[in-house]
């Protein structure tokens, strides 16, 4: 390999490496865990694995015939993980991701396992890697018309979003190497090119907008993205929020709304939106208030329990939390309240 080739062959790869490192990030680190961080993951995933196998095949032709399978393979998840992270990103209706993942996922594996790529390139070549491409281009197609009111809101500065910006460029990126793939004709180097410049391309964006850890890398939906709830998710909600009440589960020091969400079996961005735009509260604002609610019963009832044990009691995990809380909601501290009381 000369030195140009090395060269290439350096920012080709850095780029799949860094693309791995990315994914790996989403899927196992980011601190807001939601469906959103783990498609975009997994697109990535596949992503870095589809270009590791142009890269390395393209300077090191001998490369086992089972890794440029893997590789290969990769390209059919590549296009339904891109649908299944803006269909997440734009909407909060609840997914049927297995749709979408696997039966792509059992067939290429059947067919790796009937017709592997060893004893049957050609079928590979002719076939199989057109369909992919294919199946790829469909998923385009439809992650784009999800992202079209984020397009169309790119021309009005006074509408626009971080995320808008986001989505966007991520579907593009992903186009962007679906195109290289289509139009070079197996030219790895510029493959791994264009996909060094899209990973790295996220980087910059996460500096750009100096996005914290706590905001998962600017992946979560703006808020409510001016959804209405219509009347039959408010119904809904309605119906099954009397639960945390029946079911105390407000008592519960680290309860989450993902934990609320999942006992209503509800979308918690749409638990979220209902609290806030019907309730008039946020989540933490009204479990607090039922705990609160639940300290002032305790405190009438139970004169043989101390103020601190009344706090644990009512759900807090904290002595400072529960006295900040009170005082908050009430105007006065637990301890006055209790002297004050009228029976």
Same mark, same amino acid.
């Given at each position: 390999?000369?030195?140009?080739?090395?060269?290439?062959?350096?920012?080709?790869?850095?780029?799949?490496?860094?693309?791995?490192?990315?994914?790996?990030?989403?899927?196992?680190?980011?601190?807001?865990?939601?469906?959103?961080?783990?498609?975009?993951?997994?697109?990535?995933?596949?992503?870095?694995?589809?270009?590791?196998?142009?890269?390395?095949?393209?300077?090191?032709?001998?490369?086992?015939?089972?890794?440029?399978?893997?590789?290969?393979?990769?390209?059919?998840?590549?296009?339904?993980?891109?649908?299944?992270?803006?269909?997440?990103?734009?909407?909060?209706?609840?997914?049927?991701?297995?749709?979408?993942?696997?039966?792509?996922?059992?067939?290429?594996?059947?067919?790796?396992?009937?017709?592997?790529?060893?004893?049957?390139?050609?079928?590979?070549?002719?076939?199989?890697?057109?369909?992919?491409?294919?199946?790829?281009?469909?998923?385009?197609?439809?992650?784009?018309?999800?992202?079209?009111?984020?397009?169309?809101?790119?021309?009005?500065?006074?509408?626009?979003?971080?995320?808008?910006?986001?989505?966007?460029?991520?579907?593009?990126?992903?186009?962007?190497?679906?195109?290289?793939?289509?139009?070079?004709? #197996?030219?790895?180097?510029? =493959? $791994?090119?264009?996909?060094? @410049?899209? &990973?790295?391309? !996220?980087? *910059?964006?996460?500096? %750009?907008?100096?996005?914290?850890?706590?905001?998962?890398?600017?992946?979560?939906?703006?808020?409510?993205?001016?959804?209405?709830?219509?009347?039959?998710?408010?119904?809904?909600?309605?119906?099954?929020?009397?639960?945390?009440?029946?079911?105390?589960?407000?008592?519960?020091?680290?309860?989450?709304?993902?934990?609320?969400?999942?006992?209503?079996?509800?979308?918690?961005?749409?638990?979220?939106? #209902?609290?806030?735009?019907? =309730? $008039?509260?946020?989540?933490? @604002?009204? &479990?607090?208030? !039922?705990? *609160?609610?639940?300290? %002032?019963?305790?405190?009438?009832?139970?004169?043989?329990?101390?103020?601190?044990?009344?706090?644990?009691?009512?759900?807090?995990?904290?002595?400072?939390?529960?006295?900040?809380?009170?005082?908050?909601?009430?105007?006065?501290?637990?301890?006055?309240?209790?002297?004050?009381?009228?029976?």
């Amino acid at each position: 390999m000369n030195f140009e080739d090395q060269i290439i062959f350096f920012f080709s790869a850095i780029g799949a490496f860094n693309g791995l490192l990315i994914s790996l990030y989403f899927i196992f680190t980011a601190e807001k865990k939601n469906r959103s961080n783990y498609f975009l993951g997994l697109l990535l995933l596949m992503l870095s694995i589809r270009i590791l196998k142009s890269v390395f095949f393209h300077f090191y032709p001998q490369l086992s015939s089972a890794f440029i399978q893997v590789g290969l393979s990769a390209c059919i998840l590549i296009g339904p993980f891109l649908f299944l992270y803006l269909q997440s990103s734009t909407s909060n209706r609840k997914q049927n991701w297995l749709i979408h993942v696997l039966p792509y996922l059992v067939g290429i594996t059947l067919l790796g396992i009937f017709f592997p790529f060893v004893e049957h390139p050609s079928t590979w070549s002719n076939w199989v890697i057109k369909g992919i491409y294919f199946q790829w281009l469909i998923y385009i197609i439809l992650s784009i018309q999800m992202i079209i009111p984020s397009i169309k809101r790119l021309t009005d500065f006074q509408k626009l979003q971080r995320m808008d910006i986001w989505i966007v460029s991520v579907c593009f990126g992903v186009v962007l190497v679906w195109g290289a793939y289509i139009i070079g004709a #197996y030219k790895s180097h510029l =493959v $791994g090119a264009l996909s060094f @410049t899209f &990973i790295h391309y !996220l980087v *910059i964006l996460l500096v %750009i907008f100096k996005i914290k850890r706590n905001d998962t890398l600017l992946f979560s939906k703006e808020k409510y993205q001016n959804k209405e709830l219509n009347q039959e998710i408010v119904t809904e909600i309605q119906q099954g929020i009397v639960l945390i009440k029946e079911k105390e589960l407000f008592l519960n020091p680290s309860l989450t709304l993902d934990d609320v969400a999942g006992e209503l079996n509800i979308t918690k961005n749409n638990l979220s939106q #209902y609290l806030n735009e019907t =309730v $008039g509260k946020s989540f933490s @604002t009204y &479990i607090n208030d !039922l705990r *609160i609610e639940r300290a %002032i019963q305790l405190l009438h009832a139970q004169n043989n329990y101390t103020i601190d044990s009344i706090g644990y009691e009512s759900g807090f995990n904290s002595k400072s939390t529960f006295y900040t809380t009170f005082k908050k909601i009430t105007g006065i501290s637990p301890g006055k309240y209790r002297k004050s009381r009228v029976f």
